[in-house]
């Protein structure tokens, strides 16, 4: 069974941070592109990171891309997402999708991937 996995969410206070993790279980992640994007109660899906299979390719939205660092352990089989200085308009669950492709990723790919690949979810709430 192919499954993906989220966790690390939780309670953080503005400005911490949070490490979140993606496990791929029944295949292998190296060969897939890893989005992550959250949803928030009553908003649009958001994405927020592309982590492309290839060495050092990846992507963000601009309103991430200075606090949010995607990587990929592919002996772990899993991918991370990294976010600091975490603001109140953070607070949503956050979802790892994964696609297979070997493309290095862009904005075309971080705002069109297709998410029907994904995990259940981790929720974030930042707030103090």
């Known amino acids: 069974q192919l499954q993906l996995v989220e966790s690390g969410g939780g309670l953080v206070q503005p400005g911490g941070s949070l490490r979140l993790s993606c496990v791929a279980s029944?295949?292998?992640?190296?060969?897939?592109?890893i989005i992550w994007f959250r949803q928030a109660p009553g908003q649009e899906r958001e994405r927020a990171a592309c982590?492309?299979?290839?060495?050092?390719?990846?992507y963000y939205a601009d309103s991430m891309k200075d606090r949010f660092t995607g990587s990929r352990d592919n002996a772990r089989n899993t991918a991370y997402l990294q976010m600091n200085n975490l603001k109140p308009e953070d607070t949503a669950i956050y979802y790892c999708?994964?696609?297979?492709?070997?493309?290095?990723?862009?904005?075309?790919?971080?705002?069109?991937?297709?998410?029907?690949?994904r995990g259940q979810g981790t929720q974030v709430t930042v707030s103090s």
């Open positions: 029944g295949f292998s992640l190296d060969e897939y592109v």
């Open positions: 999708a994964a696609l297979k492709l070997d493309y290095y990723c862009s904005d075309y790919l971080l705002r069109t991937g297709n998410l029907d690949f």
């Open positions: 982590i492309s299979p290839r060495p050092r390719s990846t």
